[in-house]
């Protein structure tokens, strides 16, 4: 397996090396779920870079209920980690599952020539690892923390257990896990079918619709819908979540900005009006 030869943006990265058939290329994962007495087989292929880095935003879905995360952390090894620092490495067979209980991570997949492709952010209740525990395959992407960050750890064994053991966990994984291949069809269609404009807005809207973790939902004083995501990603990471390139994501934006759809300063980048956004989807949809 050769090794990375373009250096990503964490250093240390390229030390390790990434096998030859990562997701940029095709990735099937095949596990099985055990929920109600009943094992369940599920499959994913992803195939294509653009279409790996478009998946971004999968990661909706909603986070671990209190009482399944309670029964989680109960035995496992708390974990700091400071801002930087690596979680999971593509390929490798380490088979620890995480449950972030503070502080946000990044997951990202490269491909052989060391080219990385941004797949999401996980916040706080999101778990880590779940796949690669399950199936017995190596990690499929890297996972470093982009602030500090306490996770919950245990073992591959242990999580299987969990799934087994305590009521409703399997079904819960099972019901992220349909949401997951849900929201892939859409963002496929998106990617097949709309223009760069269409799947950038359509993006944003994402972004204000998550579960908190990066947006910070607001009201003004005359009732507008109001949104202000307080860390928005580069433009260069929006190009990777819509499959195209950055200079078209930094004119869609400024066009957005002439229309008084999006104002951004620093790293916020504010919505007037999801509405107004909305009705624009539609408009270029057609």
């Known amino acids: 397996m050769p090794m990375a030869t373009r250096r990503p943006n964490w250093p240390f990265i390229a030390q390790y090396q990434l096998p030859r058939c990562g997701l940029a290329h095709s ?43 309670a029964a989680f952390a109960a035995g496992a090894t708390q974990i700091h980690a400071r801002k930087g620092q690596l979680l ?11 449950l972030i209980r503070s502080g946000r991570v990044r997951v990202s997949v490269y491909a052989a020539n060391g080219r990385e492709t941004f ?9 880590l690892g779940e796949l690669a525990a399950i199936s017995g395959q190596p990690r499929s992407a890297m996972v470093a923390a982009i602030e500090p ?47 760069v404009a269409a799947r950038l807005v359509s993006e944003l809207l994402r972004l204000t619709s998550t579960d908190g973790a990066s947006a910070e939902p607001a009201v ?14 580069t433009h260069a990471e929006l190009a990777t979540r819509i499959g195209t390139h950055r200079e078209a994501v930094t004119r869609e934006l400024r066009q957005l900005a002439r229309e008084g759809l999006a104002v951004q300063s620093g790293r916020r980048l504010t919505i007037p009006s999801r509405l107004r956004l909305r009705a624009l989807l539609e408009q270029l949809s057609r």
């Open 119 to 127: 797949l999401r952010d996980m916040g706080p209740g999101r778990l």
């Open 149 to 195: 960050t306490v996770l919950a750890s245990i073992k591959a064994e242990a999580f299987r257990q969990f799934l087994h053991d305590v009521p409703g966990a399997g079904f819960w994984l099972a019901q992220q896990l349909t949401m997951r291949v849900q929201q892939l069809t859409e963002k496929s269609l998106e990617l097949a079918s709309l223009p």
């Open 27 to 69: 990735l099937l994962v095949r596990f099985r779920t055990i929920g109600h007495g009943c094992p369940v087989d599920w499959g994913l292929r992803v195939t294509d870079s653009a279409a790996a880095g478009y998946m971004s935003g999968l990661d909706s879905e909603s986070v671990l209920p209190p009482d399944l995360a």
């Open 220 to 233: 003004d004083p005359v009732g507008a819908d109001v949104c202000t995501i307080a860390a928005f990603p």
């Open 88 to 98: 999971i490495v593509q390929g490798s067979d380490a088979d620890e599952v995480y």
